[in-house]
């Protein structure tokens, strides 16, 4: 497949997920190789606490409330089911 909307949507979603962990976007640190996406969607289900997300190098430096909307526009992108 050649590069699309769809496509531009999907990296785009990854890229803010990336900014936000600080993780690559297919994560090979665990037994097996995780998607971002993944992570950051077991973690909120697991907590439901965004801050668990965030890259450990921003501190408390961020607003909540902000990150929320970030990540849930990057898991917007990344669906499988963007039309």
Do not use: C, Q
């Amino acid at each position: 497949k050649g590069l699309n909307e769809k496509s531009d949507i999907y990296s785009f979603g990854v890229v803010l997920l990336e900014m936000i962990t600080g993780k690559t976007a297919m994560d090979e640190s665990h037994t097996k190789r995780v998607h971002v996406s993944d992570w950051v969607i077991s973690s909120l289900k697991s907590t439901n606490d965004v801050s668990n997300v965030v890259d450990s190098k921003m501190a408390k430096d961020f607003d909540p409330n902000s990150v929320w909307k970030i990540v849930e526009l990057a898991l917007a992108s990344v669906s499988l089911n963007v039309s």
